[in-house]
């Protein structure tokens, strides 16, 4: 089923062996340096970078100033939007229902459209929690994303979905079942068992490995505390220490998680999570909206990384994450969009920019956060949390060339100091339409501000239609869905979480 791509061609003919460029930002906290080459060896490194005269670099190049790529920390690979499917914005705990609205389409489309789209806004690594159309199928559906993130070119970590309690609600399902009407009982209580056990999926990631190439790895993801059987995490967390797998991990997204934590683990959340090894340096958590500021602190202290996702917490209604404690506990915190980024527009650029002003209060107690965080966030932790310790994240002799080029005439266009301040700019300003350039592993994916490896409005297309169709045969049951989105409102009514 589906759409294939448009022919790439051989990878050497997409290979980019030098670039000019008038600023070259080298990362976060580097000065800015005036127009430079950049070297590319064939192992897709930086061979050199040496400054150059002005007069040669053409206007065309002049007018460019070079980045690290942003990384993408914690993702879901919507390239059909949950708005397009009629899911509307609330919290979390109702919109989860809602997402079964979704018809079932081609899992290559879907997922090489949202990385063709990020890599349009300067992404050159995303975490991809998958989300599952048809468990059974989950082994065809990781070959798919792993073609889609070789024809697209950037770095995908694929985080496996383990997933084995707590369907529907966080507690026992008989009190949200009793708030259904009788007619949907029996369906919601047969939705409830059914899932793949943990051995099930160690079995099936032993499979998925052959899917694994250069930009394509599988890291274990326990959908979150409240979706996986403590037995789960455990055994995860030690797979985990012996295979060096990363873990990716939801973590007290929504107060209501947070309840149910507090109810049910007595020696502390955190502290049982601790016990059975999760937390390591080899751990993303996702969210983290409802940590504590001690949490924040164990956190920094066994080196797990935080994935921030602000866009995502305000349109599903969690609040916002503690990111002042997080990096005064020096907790490494990376951003995501989790699909869900604030103007639905999947722009890496503009997240920088929320998080920035959203957190920036000028008060005693509140030091505003230092803006080069939220960059080396975007720019070298996130990528961490996808690639491991590759030396990426910054511009430098023998780091991989994963590059982006942005459009810095445009940003400074009304500039009238002669000496435009980037880092304000990058942040004040950058989106997506400023993207001129992309290069993974020094092979160009964007160019002009398109994604060059796939046809991505041939793909958009292709999967508009096909979702169209797919809705008009089998349309979602309404009914349903609005039963149980009743019944899960009525059950947290009622406290039943803790
Ligand atoms: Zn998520």
Same mark, same amino acid.
């Given at each position: 089923m589906g759409v294939q791509p448009l022919p790439v061609g051989p990878p050497g003919e997409q290979m980019v062996q030098t670039l000019r460029v008038g600023r070259v930002l080298p990362s976060a906290t580097a000065a800015l340096l005036g127009p430079t080459q950049v070297d590319i060896g064939d192992d897709g490194r930086i061979a050199a970078i040496r400054p150059v005269a002005e007069g040669d670099v053409s206007p065309d190049e002049a007018r460019l100033m070079l980045t690290p790529a942003l990384c993408n920390a914690h993702d879901h690979g919507r390239g059909l939007s949950t708005l397009a499917f009629g899911a509307v914005d609330q919290a979390l705990e109702t919109w989860l229902p809602d997402l079964a609205r979704q018809p079932k389409i081609?899992?290559?489309?879907?997922?090489?459209?949202?990385?063709?789209?990020?890599? !349009?806004?300067?992404?050159?690594?995303?975490? %991809?929690?998958?989300?599952?159309?048809?468990?059974?199928? $989950?082994?065809? !559906?990781?070959?798919?994303?792993?073609?889609?993130?070789?024809?697209?070119? /950037?770095?995908?970590?694929?985080?496996?979905?383990?997933?084995?309690?707590?369907?529907?609600?966080?507690?026992?399902?008989?009190?949200?079942?009793?708030?259904?009407?009788?007619?949907?009982?029996?369906?919601v209580a047969g939705r409830s068992g059914g899932f793949r056990t943990c051995a099930q999926n160690m079995a099936l990631i032993e499979q998925a490995t052959a899917f694994e190439h250069a930009r394509f790895k599988i890291q274990y993801h326990p959908v979150a505390p409240q979706w996986a059987q403590d037995e789960t995490l455990a055994a995860i967390a030690e797979a985990s220490t012996r295979d060096g797998?990363? /873990? @990716?991990? %939801?973590?007290?997204?929504?107060?209501?998680?947070?309840?149910?934590?507090?109810? %049910?683990?007595? !020696?502390?959340?955190?502290?049982?999570?601790?016990?059975?090894?999760?937390?390591?340096?080899?751990?993303?958590?996702?969210?983290?909206?409802?940590?504590?500021?001690?949490?924040?602190?164990?956190?920094?202290?066994?080196?797990?990384?935080?994935? /921030?996702?602000?866009?995502?917490?305000?349109?599903?209604?969690?609040? $916002?994450?503690?990111?002042?404690?997080?990096?005064?506990?020096?907790?490494p915190v990376a951003l995501g969009l989790d699909g869900m980024s604030l103007d639905d527009d999947q722009d890496m650029l503009r997240e920088l920019r929320l998080v920035q002003n959203s957190f920036a209060r000028p008060a005693k107690n509140h030091p505003s956060i230092d803006p080069t965080l939220i960059l080396d966030g975007a720019l070298r932790i996130g990528r961490r949390t996808i690639l491991g310790d590759d030396g990426g994240g910054h511009i430098a002799v023998g780091a991989p060339a994963d590059l982006l080029a942005l459009d810095f005439a445009a940003l400074a266009s009304d500039d009238i100091t002669g000496a435009p301040d980037a880092?304000?700019?990058?942040?004040?300003?950058?989106?997506?339409? @400023?993207?001129?350039?992309? /290069?993974?592993?020094?092979? !160009?994916?964007?160019?002009?501000?398109?994604?060059?490896?796939?046809?991505?409005?041939?793909?958009?297309?292709?999967?508009?239609?096909?979702?169209?169709?797919?809705?008009?045969?089998?349309?979602?049951d309404m009914a349903l869905i609005r039963g149980i989105q009743s019944a899960v409102g009525a059950y947290y009514e009622a406290d039943l979480h803790r």
């Amino acid at each position: 089923m589906g759409v294939q791509p448009l022919p790439v061609g051989p990878p050497g003919e997409q290979m980019v062996q030098t670039l000019r460029v008038g600023r070259v930002l080298p990362s976060a906290t580097a000065a800015l340096l005036g127009p430079t080459q950049v070297d590319i060896g064939d192992d897709g490194r930086i061979a050199a970078i040496r400054p150059v005269a002005e007069g040669d670099v053409s206007p065309d190049e002049a007018r460019l100033m070079l980045t690290p790529a942003l990384c993408n920390a914690h993702d879901h690979g919507r390239g059909l939007s949950t708005l397009a499917f009629g899911a509307v914005d609330q919290a979390l705990e109702t919109w989860l229902p809602d997402l079964a609205r979704q018809p079932k389409i081609d899992p290559y489309l879907n997922a090489a459209v949202a990385f063709a789209r990020l890599a !349009e806004s300067g992404v050159g690594a995303v975490n %991809h929690c998958h989300n599952t159309q048809d468990g059974a199928a $989950l082994l065809a !559906e990781a070959e798919a994303v792993s073609r889609a993130a070789r024809d697209v070119g /950037i770095a995908v970590a694929f985080a496996w979905p383990f997933f084995d309690r707590n369907p529907f609600v966080y507690g026992p399902l008989a009190g949200m079942i009793d708030q259904l009407p009788a007619a949907y009982r029996d369906a919601v209580a047969g939705r409830s068992g059914g899932f793949r056990t943990c051995a099930q999926n160690m079995a099936l990631i032993e499979q998925a490995t052959a899917f694994e190439h250069a930009r394509f790895k599988i890291q274990y993801h326990p959908v979150a505390p409240q979706w996986a059987q403590d037995e789960t995490l455990a055994a995860i967390a030690e797979a985990s220490t012996r295979d060096g797998r990363r /873990i @990716h991990i %939801h973590l007290l997204e929504t107060e209501r998680q947070r309840e149910w934590a507090d109810r %049910h683990y007595p !020696e502390g959340f955190l502290a049982f999570l601790d016990r059975i090894g999760l937390l390591s340096p080899r751990l993303t958590v996702a969210h983290a909206v409802w940590l504590r500021a001690d949490e924040c602190a164990l956190l920094a202290d066994r080196g797990v990384t935080v994935s /921030i996702n602000l866009s995502s917490n305000l349109r599903l209604r969690s609040g $916002l994450p503690p990111l002042g404690a997080l990096l005064s506990a020096q907790t490494p915190v990376a951003l995501g969009l989790d699909g869900m980024s604030l103007d639905d527009d999947q722009d890496m650029l503009r997240e920088l920019r929320l998080v920035q002003n959203s957190f920036a209060r000028p008060a005693k107690n509140h030091p505003s956060i230092d803006p080069t965080l939220i960059l080396d966030g975007a720019l070298r932790i996130g990528r961490r949390t996808i690639l491991g310790d590759d030396g990426g994240g910054h511009i430098a002799v023998g780091a991989p060339a994963d590059l982006l080029a942005l459009d810095f005439a445009a940003l400074a266009s009304d500039d009238i100091t002669g000496a435009p301040d980037a880092m304000a700019l990058l942040l004040g300003r950058a989106q997506r339409r @400023h993207v001129v350039r992309l /290069i993974v592993a020094g092979r !160009e994916i964007v160019a002009d501000g398109r994604c060059r490896t796939v046809d991505l409005p041939a793909l958009e297309s292709a999967l508009i239609e096909q979702a169209r169709l797919a809705y008009r045969t089998s349309p979602p049951d309404m009914a349903l869905i609005r039963g149980i989105q009743s019944a899960v409102g009525a059950y947290y009514e009622a406290d039943l979480h803790r």
